[in-house]
């Protein structure tokens, strides 16, 4: 069974984000909300679910799980994204609109997943 190209750029786009967890963990740890304990324990927890959740989601057999995982995954993560809106110092210097944008985007990208269910 082959998987659509769109399935594998998602793979790989989860991929990418998790091993920049390790690259750059300033980054994340910067927009982890400070009622959650261990920032940087948790950045690490993160960057490996999306790596190996994106490789399960570009193996046939496990893509299924790969997907609901990342819908997970990005639900466990949305307290971050409203975080950065709402606190400037996790902005990251992005405009107030940029940052409302990426909260409906979620949606978006827990619906790309779910096409993989």
């Not at 994340?28 to 993160?46: A, D, E, T, V």
């Not at 399960?56 to 949305?78: D, M, R």
Request: hydrophobic share 50%; net charge positive; with cysteine.
């Amino acid at each position: 069974m082959t998987l659509p190209w769109h399935q594998y750029l998602m793979g790989l786009v989860y991929i990418l984000a998790g091993i920049n967890h390790f690259r750059n963990p300033k980054l994340y740890i910067k927009i982890i909300p400070p009622f959650f304990k261990n920032p940087k324990h948790i950045n690490q927890i993160s960057g490996w679910a999306e790596i190996v959740l994106g490789i399960l989601v570009c193996i046939p057999t496990t893509s299924f799980y790969g997907a609901w995982g990342i819908i997970l995954l990005l639900l466990a993560i949305f307290p971050a994204n409203l975080y950065m809106y709402q606190n400037d110092k996790a902005a990251l210097g992005l405009p107030k609109w940029v940052l409302l944008l990426r909260l409906p985007l979620q949606l978006l990208l827990i619906y790309w997943a779910y096409c993989y269910t």
